[in-house]
Nanobody, 128 residues
Framework: QLQLVESGGGSVQAGGSLRLSCAAS????????MGWFRQPPGKEREGVAA????????YYADSVKGRFTISRDNIKNLVWLQIDSLQPEDTAMYYC?????????????????????WGQGTQVNVAS
């Protein structure tokens, strides 16, 4: 069973930065799509970034391009989301998700519906 644990959230001032971490454990496959999603208060979940673990190919939602950077360490089974120039609208619960055995470019990763494994989330609060 693949397990995901997020960390790194917190409360920051606008303009600051955070690096969120997602640690994967349990059964893993060499190739999988790892995604970061967020759900602001009272709003629907949205996909913000994804990475294919074997190729390193990265994908971003248009709304976060230039400020969010996804990366991974396959040896340590870690995926990070670097968020720069944080804005109050970035306030949300951030979730890590995994879909083993497929590259992110092969399906609609943004919707999140195809991911079978999810972490518990880490909260990000940005004050203006």
């Amino acid at each position: 069973q693949l397990q995901l644990v997020e960390s790194g959230g917190g409360s920051v001032q606008a303009g600051g930065s955070l690096r969120l971490s997602c640690a994967a454990s349990g059964y893993t496959v060499q190739s999988r799509c790892m995604g970061w999603f967020r759900q602001p208060p009272g709003k629907e979940r949205e996909g913000v970034a994804a990475i294919t673990t074997d190729t390193g190919s990265r994908y971003y939602a248009d709304s976060v391009k230039g400020r969010f950077t996804i990366s991974r360490d396959n040896i340590k089974n870690l995926v990070w989301l670097q968020i720069d120039s944080l804005q109050p609208e970035d306030t949300a619960m951030y979730y890590c998700a995994a879909k083993p055995g497929i590259r992110c470019g092969g399906f609609d990763w943004k919707s999140g519906v195809h991911f079978g494994y999810w972490g518990q989330g880490t909260q990000v609060n940005v004050a203006s």
